[in-house]
């Protein structure tokens, strides 16, 4: 029982160790808002209301 938990607990710990933190942008500039990952436009239900 407690060489399970053991297991566990390390399992537990590498998972969080190896998925890292959430990052965010460097920067938090509007440049690029409102435009696909390849810099064009959106389109459909993605496309900007003005």
Do not use: D, I, W
């Not at 399970?4 to 998925?19: D, E, R």
């Not at 810099?39 to 993605?46: D, H, I, L, Q």
């Amino acid at each position: 029982m407690k060489l399970s938990a053991f297991l566990v607990a390390t399992f537990f710990a590498l998972t969080l160790v190896a998925c890292g933190k959430p990052t965010a942008p460097e920067s938090a500039s509007s440049e690029g808002y409102g435009t696909t990952h390849e810099g064009k436009p959106a389109e459909g239900r993605n496309e900007l209301q003005e």
